[in-house]
């Protein structure tokens, strides 16, 4: 049975002798966020398709999240539903690849490697609640440095497990839980867990459980510690430490952000016969290296921004080391990285890249234009190992945002996103992206 089935019997079972009782239905929260997306990814360089790609569609994203019954044990349950609807996306600008066997940028693909007219999933979660402690069992969308779902696109992604989450000790919250399925965000299935260098759909290997545990310390009010640990069983490993620190100036505010990630190999990963299997990580190695595409990763990073009044200044560094690259939860079919150079288009978290990272943004609200955003952003990764001479990248990234502050569309928000990349390393790539959005509240 899938988790999500289970999730369903298990809280409509509970549910039975309580769904009367007045928070279950009385906190009850409802909404439907309408989500118009269009993307253009220009492949400037090489002569391989795709050139372009280029899609737009209306998402429908229905949230629902029930209040608990009352008593010791507090009983609820949760909703998703997502469905993405295709307003154009021609053949030779959806593309997909047959060898990777994924769909477009944005959505699946049919048998004649069109794109699908529409697209979407149903996802339940079932929940429990004692004192300051819930437990969670179906549809997750995490948000923790060893797993983070990936939102860039007209639906987001999805993952099938299990949470709890403990909030007992004052200033300390604790998280736990297992995952076993992904569904993507151009997919209405679900599917396992991989990294880069194994997740072809086709000919990689996907496995079913993803374990993680960590908590968040606020150990003053300025001043937050971090502890996480995950596992991809049969790939890797991962540590992760992280300080988040607030610091009133006399003239501004200056915020630090510290990580550190330890990640290393597990179970068929970590044997040469297993690497065979197909059980690899992404990373530079010599052909008769022993050790060729085992997890072997250190990834540091220090990010600080200086903030006054509506300005913005940020300046960051990210060190990978290793012969990996960096592991994180990734299907192939789009995934979030926790790391402060996961950007509009690359990562740039190859296997010893170094990267400079400095942003720049800027509030309207302070000259009277209130809901009026902007940002811009330039990173530089040098140092990329290969086999030949080192490698280095650059991306620029602009975003302007805008969110109408009155009258009967309050609420609607505007953005558009274009970034450019060129690389050593993979494709030079121009992007461009316009969303609207707008939520209403139905419950």
């Known amino acids: 049975m899938k988790t999500s089935s289970l999730a369903l019997a298990v809280a409509l079972g509970a549910l039975t002798q309580h769904v009367t009782a007045g928070g ?3 906190d009850s929260k409802a909404s ?7 993307i253009n990814s220009d492949n400037r360089e090489g002569t391989a398709a795709p050139s372009k790609q280029e899609e737009w569609g209306q998402g429908f994203l229905f949230n ?3 209040g608990y019954t009352e008593g010791t044990v507090g009983v609820g349950v949760d909703a998703l539903g997502l469905l993405g609807v295709k307003l154009d996306s021609g053949k030779g600008t959806h593309f997909n690849p047959t060898s990777a066997n994924y769909g477009g940028t944005v959505f699946p693909t049919d048998e004649d490697g069109r794109a699908k007219d529409d697209f979407g999933s149903l996802g339940v979660t079932g929940k429990l609640r ?3 402690t819930e437990a969670r069992l179906g549809t997750l969308l995490p948000k923790l440095p060893v797993v983070t779902y990936n939102d860039g696109r007209l639906l987001p992604q999805t993952f099938e497990g299990g949470q709890v989450t403990s909030s007992e000790i004052a200033g300390l919250t604790l998280v736990g839980g297992q995952l076993e399925h992904a569904k993507g965000r151009n997919s209405s299935d679900a599917r396992g867990l991989s990294i880069a260098g194994a997740n072809n759909a086709r000919t990689g290997q996907f496995v079913n459980k993803f374990y993680f545990a960590g ?5 003053s009010d300025n001043l937050l510690a971090q502890y996480y640990y995950g596992n991809l069983e049969d790939f890797y490993n991962q540590h992760f430490v992280g300080l988040t620190h607030n610091w009133a100036l006399p003239v501004g505010a200056l915020k630090s952000d ?3 990630f330890y990640s290393d190999s ?4 970590a044997s040469a016969a297993g690497r065979r299997e197909g059980f690899r990580s992404a990373g530079n190695w010599a052909a008769n290296d022993p050790d060729r595409f085992e997890v072997d990763n250190r990834t540091w990073s220090a990010f600080f921004t200086y903030s006054l009044g509506g ?3 940020s300046l960051g560094y990210q060190q990978v080391s290793g012969d990996s690259a960096f592991p994180f939860l990734n299907q192939g079919d789009g995934a979030t990285a926790y790391l402060i150079t996961d950007r509009q288009i690359g990562k740039f978290a190859s296997a010893g890249e170094r990267t400079w990272v400095a942003e720049y943004g800027y509030d309207f609200a302070k000259v009277g234009v209130p809901g009026l955003k902007a940002t811009a952003t330039y990173l530089k990764g040098s140092q990329i190992e290969t086999q030949g001479s080192d490698q280095d990248e650059w991306e620029r990234d602009l975003r302007v945002d805008y969110v109408l502050q009155g009258g009967p569309l309050k609420g609607l928000g505007a953005s558009w996103r274009n970034a450019s990349l060129r690389s050593d390393a993979v494709r030079d790539q121009d992007e461009n992206r316009l969303i609207l959005s707008y939520t209403l509240t139905l419950l």
């Open 32 to 38: 439907l966020a309408l989500r118009n997306f269009y």
């Open 130 to 132: 004692f004192s300051k």
């Open 24 to 26: 279950f239905i009385g």
């Open 266 to 269: 597990d179970g068929k990963n």
């Open 64 to 66: 629902y999240a029930s």
């Open 311 to 313: 300005h913005a200044a």
């Open 215 to 219: 908590g968040d310390y606020k150990v």
């Open 258 to 260: 510290l990580r550190y």
